[in-house]
């Protein structure tokens, strides 16, 4: 099987696309909160589905990591107004340190194209 890479960079690539599965880095962005952190990610995330040639109603599986689990109900907010009805993929969210301190959330998806 062949292997694709998209936004392909010195460390990594956002997205590897190997047989009918697409890999996503995890996503960050900047933002004052986390509610605007976790819109302009998942704006990232639809943007590689697409390069990807798929979309969120194929999301198999995600991981979320937050910075502070108390903004647990700040990134679900968001999240619920995204995800797609009827087509929500296995999720596990955690507490972690990031990259760096402004990063407050980041988002992990595998995906079916």
């Known amino acids: 099987m062949s292997i694709k890479r998209i936004e392909v960079g010195p460390?990594?690539?956002?997205?590897?696309?190997h047989g009918s599965v697409v890999y996503l880095a995890g996503q960050v962005a900047k933002g004052?909160?986390?509610?605007?952190?976790?819109q302009a990610v998942l704006a990232n995330i639809d943007a590689l589905l697409a390069q990807a040639g798929t979309d969120k109603t194929k999301i198999l599986a995600t991981t979320i990591y937050l910075s502070d689990m108390s903004t647990f109900g700040e990134m679900n907010a968001v999240?619920?107004?995204?995800?797609?009805?009827?087509?929500?993929?296995?999720?596990?969210t955690?507490?972690?340190?990031?990259?760096?301190?402004?990063?407050?959330?980041?988002?992990?998806v595998t995906a079916a194209i």
């Not at 004052?32 to 976790?38: I, N």
Request: no cysteine.
């Open 11 to 17: 460390r990594m690539s956002q997205a590897v696309v």
């Open 32 to 38: 004052e909160s986390v509610a605007a952190q976790t």
């Open 79 to 92: 999240w619920d107004t995204w995800v797609s009805p009827g087509n929500t993929p296995a999720r596990a």
């Open 94 to 108: 955690v507490e972690a340190a990031l990259a760096t301190p402004e990063y407050k959330v980041e988002i992990v």
